[in-house]
């Protein structure tokens, strides 16, 4: 939705630049939608990350310091996960990956072009049970 939005300003500004506006602004509207269209390719309509289902893509939602264990929302569920090597991913990255199963994994973190591996502990958990889970590996 945000990406229509911004879509929806830039054309105004570019509709509005179509009724006198300087060169400048306009170079400006055109490089705006370039670099939108560039931050927006690897997703498509939906905002899901392109060549992944929508089971291994979730949200990291919970990463406090000293533990390399981490929570990650999905669309069917919370996981697990262990960080082990590659980029170290932060709250509110989106993480990519074959994360639907255990083991280890190599994702990708497509805000930030980058990779990592994890270590899939369990998936596809109800609230209670990754904090149980999380609290079992850290505490």
């Known amino acids: 939705m945000r990406k229509y939005l911004l879509h929806v300003l830039i054309i105004s500004l570019v509709l509005l630049c179509n009724f006198g506006c300087s060169a ?3 170079g400006v509207a055109e490089g705006l939608i370039m670099a939108v269209d ?3 390719s690897g997703y498509n309509q939906d905002g899901v990350v392109s060549g992944y289902n ?5 949200v990291v ?3 406090p310091s000293g533990c390399d264990y981490f929570i990650a929302d999905g669309s ?3 996981y697990l996960l262990e960080w082990y090597s590659g980029y170290d991913p932060s709250e509110g990255d989106l993480i990519a ?3 639907g199963s255990y083991g280890f994994k190599d994702v990708y973190y497509p805000k ?3 990779t990592g591996r994890v270590y899939v ?3 596809l958990l109800s609230e209670s049970s990754v904090i149980e889970e999380y609290n079992d590996q850290c505490d």
């Open 38 to 40: 560039d931050h927006i």
């Open 97 to 99: 990956g074959d994360i």
């Open 112 to 114: 930030q072009d980058r």
């Open 121 to 123: 502990e369990d998936y």
């Open 24 to 26: 400048i602004l306009e």
């Open 76 to 78: 069917k569920g919370f």
């Open 54 to 58: 929508q089971d291994g893509v979730a």
């Open 61 to 63: 939602v919970f990463y």
